[in-house]
């Protein structure tokens, strides 16, 4: 329910709905994240470095028997270490990803709570009105619950990444990246 309900307040979104340039970069940012995220968690793992180290081992026994005697081999920690500092490196570049996307998203999280919260009021006061018309006491409908709701979460969604590399479409979840 709460899909159609986003489709339908963001169907009536026209002012301070993101552009083009703004959902672009979005767009941009997290695939830099996703992309330094599979480093980080597949790519340079403890696995993927004992792998590196094994395969080494017929590699060199290859070119050692065409001649070539200037192989440098690698330890078990050299590769651990190499990893360990790659996905340091990728933790890093995460994290200021989320800066740099959360600075653009919670101007679009606030101006979404806010739609959201202008939304339920103009239907709210639709049903109250209908309500008056027959005499009857005015008590909200689920559907002025899930708007509520929705502005809640869109304020509780508002990035805060203090410490936490969080990909940026899962800041904007209210709009299709794609």
Known sequence: ???????????????????????????ELDGEF?????????????AAAKTAYIRQTPVHGRKLSKGENSLR??????????????QDAAQHVMLEISCEAAAIAR???ERYA???RSVA???????????????????????????????DTARARMPSVAGAAVRPAHMVPIIDLD
């Open 1 to 27: 329910m709460i899909d159609s309900i986003n489709a339908a307040i963001v169907a009536r979104w026209k002012k301070g709905r993101p552009d083009a340039d703004t959902l672009a970069k979005v767009k």
């Open 34 to 46: 996703q992309t330094a995220w599979t480093a980080k968690n597949v790519l340079y793992t403890e």
């Open 73 to 86: 081999s690698y330890s078990l920690h050299d590769f651990q270490e190499d990893y360990k500092a790659k």
């Open 121 to 151: 009021q103009e239907v709210e006061a639709a049903e109250e009105k209908s309500f008056g018309e027959f005499g009857q006491p005015y008590v909200p409908s689920q559907l002025i619950h899930a708007l509520r709701r929705q502005a």
């Open 107 to 109: 101007p679009i999280c």
């Open 114 to 116: 806010e739609l959201c």
